[in-house]
């Protein structure tokens, strides 16, 4: 059964990095086919798309993130990872991890709360 | 960017009743939209993909339709752990991006 498990900080200062990881047990994070999502939740605007990272390491990234935003994957640990840089109150959120093939997620992780607070 | 619409925001019915979630495009897409079910503190959970495929253990009374700009989700008959969110979701190849609906609120009469 494909396990992912988000961690790190639950809180970030403003104009700060987050950094998130993913813990993937039950798949490989560069088995052929799979791709690896992060998407995040606020009360306000919803479930939003973050980006992706493939098997062999091409990422996408929402168009509206994607100046600041850094999705890797590290096969030796099997973790994937998340980087958003100078971030705001408006970036306070749960942030999921979640794994597709060839069709929308079909495993996410339990979901961590970030806040960016000072 | 098209934008996805669901309607109602929420939606009020009783346990045996039929329900009806709507999620218009704001253009017309291919066959790869998805519906999502959340529970209050859970992550998504995957109900149909490609408009009308179920996921794994997702139970026959749900199911998916539509074409074009108009897709549907169907519960035949609500069982009390159907009462949450539901969400749609469009994953399109070119430029590569996924979008959400504003989700809508199933909840008991």
């Known amino acids: 059964q494909v396990q992912l498990q988000e961690s790190g900080p639950g809180l970030v200062k403003p104009s700060e990095t987050l950094s998130l990881t993913c813990t993937i047990s039950?798949?490989?994070?560069?088995?052929?086919?799979?791709?690896w999502s992060w998407i995040r939740q606020t009360p306000g605007k919803g479930l939003e798309w973050i980006g992706y990272?493939?098997?062999?390491?091409?990422?996408n990234y929402s168009p509206s993130l994607k100046s600041r935003v850094t999705i890797s994957a590290d096969p030796s640990k099997n973790q994937l990872s998340l980087k958003l840089i100078s971030v705001t109150a408006a970036d306070t959120a749960v942030y999921y991890c979640?794994?597709?093939?060839?069709?929308?997620?079909?495993?996410w992780g339990q979901g961590t709360l970030v806040t960016v607070s000072s | 960017e098209i934008v996805l619409t669901q309607s109602p925001a929420t939606l009020s019915s009783s346990p045996g009743e039929r329900a009806t979630l709507s999620c218009r495009a704001s253009q017309i897409i291919t066959s790869f939209l998805a519906w999502y079910q959340q529970k209050p503190g859970q992550a998504p959970r995957l109900l149909i993909y490609?408009?009308?495929n179920r996921a794994t253990a997702v139970p026959a009374r749900f199911s998916g339709s539509g074409s074009g700009t108009d897709f549907t989700l169907t519960i035949s008959s609500l069982e009390p752990e159907d009462f949450a969110v539901y969400y749609c979701q469009l994953r399109y190849n070119w430029p590569p991006r996924v979008t959400f609906g504003q989700g809508t609120r199933l909840e008991i009469k």
């Open positions: 990272i493939y098997y062999n390491g091409n990422t």
């Open positions: 979640a794994r597709g093939k060839g069709g929308p997620e079909d495993f």
């Open positions: 490609d408009t009308s």
């Open positions: 039950g798949a490989s994070v560069n088995s052929p086919g799979y791709y």
